[in-house]
């Protein structure tokens, strides 16, 4: 097989000193289907997950299920469990053919690995991790194999760089650090404790834990370079850099609509344009989807602010002043994150207000504008009146006025005739009508007369007549 050509560019890689992107050993998923994946996405070196050394060498079957290749899963490190240098030599020798080199699994937390003495336990057996080193590099018939191995630090850095300085004497080609201790699961990984064992030894280290995005990558290189520098990484991911773009258009929105020589009507009929008709169906969606979008984030950017304001960063300072920096570092980028976030949505509410206050400004002012022309023709309907009275009054003045006046009381004196007239005919028709009403009242009188008579009368005769029937009886 290509053995050695992958191997000669496995030590390239790390020589040219770029940072390498490499695929953690994963039981159950960095198998070859994965791998064949992530090779696509530029990553430049996979690991098998572990395999257990003892079985591998044991079962024909477990080799077979345990271990699958082909022939562009390369460059591939398989990773072996053991706490026996001869059976980690053996199958180094068995997968050598197909691979690129093998990697000792001295990190493996969990009780089963620890109590048969494979994983973690193996950090504080550097003598055995040295001669399992030894044994590889010895009997694997290719001198460009790689022999690595993966470690959780000590509580005792100290423990730590001395396992790392031994396995280097034996020859190990490089050395993957986790950085977190055994008992560790979730926590801060001790970027710094990576570093004091970089600087420490010659050989390539590889950092590992908390890695989960491309950004990271770059972040912790810097913090855990050989070069000691440490350089603040302020790229914004693309997520964030379109949130900044977004601010700053709606600042630009903003400055556009308070330009003082664009009136509110100009802007009016602006938005009245057909273009913003159709915009406008959407407009309270997608109004509503930014505000949704912009407050996810700036929720997103408290919780980082929250999780890197933690109050045990300080007592870090001083044991790990590189990793105290790195969190600082996040947490510069995750207050900028909230500012930019907070300030979008703050402008994009404001933004609407605007347009909103405009439009009203600009229903106002049209208002305005009709009354003042409906002040204007009055005044000038009145300027006329005043005109036409000033006209009259100078006509009168210089005297043509007499002759109107006299045509006007000969008219006035005729109408006075005609309603003194109409006046006499109608007293003489009152008159007339109160002497009717007289006689008429007179008539009244006399019949009034009449009918107490007749009742006077008509009451006497009722009483003699019932004289008579009392006798009678
Ligand atoms: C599902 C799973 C399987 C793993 N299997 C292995 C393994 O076989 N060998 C190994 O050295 N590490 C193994 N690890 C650890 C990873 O290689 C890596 O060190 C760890 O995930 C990095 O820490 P992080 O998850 O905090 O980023 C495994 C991790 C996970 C999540």
Not at 4 to 10: K, L, P, T, V
Not at 334 to 360: C, D, E, H, P
Request: with cysteine.
């Amino acid at each position: 097989m290509e053995t050695s050509n992958h191997n000669s560019r496995i030590m390239d890689m790390f020589e040219k000193g770029k940072v390498l992107k490499i695929c953690a050993p994963m039981v159950r998923y960095s198998k070859l289907a994965f791998r064949s994946l992530v090779r696509k996405y530029n990553c430049d070196i996979c690991f098998t997950p572990m395999i257990v050394a003892d079985d591998f060498m044991r079962s024909v079957k477990a080799r077979d299920s345990e271990f699958t290749t082909n022939a562009s899963d390369r460059p591939l490190i398989v990773q072996f469990a053991a706490h026996d240098a001869q059976t980690l030599a053996d199958s180094a020798c068995v997968v050598a053919p197909f691979s690129d080199g093998v990697d000792l699994n001295c990190g493996c937390p969990q009780r089963w690995a620890t109590s048969a003495g494979y994983g973690a336990c193996l950090i504080n057996k550097p003598e055995l991790v040295k001669d399992m080193v030894t044994h590889v590099r010895n009997q694997v018939d290719n001198p460009n194999y790689t022999a690595s191995i993966k470690i959780r630090i000590h509580k005792d850095l100290r423990q730590t760089v001395d396992l790392c300085q031994k396995a280097e004497s034996a020859g190990v080609s490089w050395i993957t650090v986790h950085g977190r201790t055994a008992e560790e699961r979730h926590q801060t990984v001790h970027y710094d404790a990576i570093k004091l064992i970089k600087d420490s030894v010659s050989i390539p280290v590889i950092a590992n834990g908390d890695i989960k995005y491309l950004r990271d990558v770059e972040s912790i290189h810097q913090l855990t370079g050989v070069d000691g520098m440490f350089k603040l990484p302020l790229k914004m991911t693309l997520q964030w850099t379109v949130v900044a773009l977004f601010l700053y258009v709606e600042m630009g929105i903003l400055v556009i609509l308070c330009l003082p020589f664009i009136s509110a009507r100009r802007w009016q009929s602006i938005f009245q344009l057909r273009i913003w008709s159709c915009v406008s169906k959407f407009w309270n969606k997608v109004f509503l989807t930014m505000i949704i979008i912009l407050i996810v984030l700036f929720l997103d950017a408290v919780r980082e602010v929250r999780k890197y304001s933690a109050k045990d960063l300080g007592s870090d300072a001083k044991l790990q002043p590189n990793m105290f920096d790195h969190l600082h570092m996040k947490l510069f980028r995750a207050q900028r994150n909230l500012y930019i976030s907070g300030f979008a949505v703050f402008l994009w509410l404001v933004m609407k207000r605007v347009v909103t206050l405009i439009n009203q400004l600009a229903s106002a002012s049209g208002s305005t504008a009709a009354l003042q022309l409906q002040a204007d023709n009055a005044n000038q309907a009145a300027k006329k009146y005043t005109e036409d009275n000033e006209l009259l009054k100078k006509t009168l003045m210089e005297g043509k006025g007499d002759k109107a006046t006299a045509e006007g009381m000969e008219l006035l004196r005729k109408q006075v005739e005609k309603m003194k007239e109409e006046l006499k005919t109608s007293e003489d028709a009152v008159k007339k009508s109160q002497s009717e009403a007289d006689v008429m009242k007179k008539q009244t009188d006399g019949l009034a007369r009449e009918y107490d008579r007749l009742l006077r009368e008509h009451q006497e005769l009722q009483n003699l007549q019932d004289g008579e029937t009392k006798k009678d009886d």
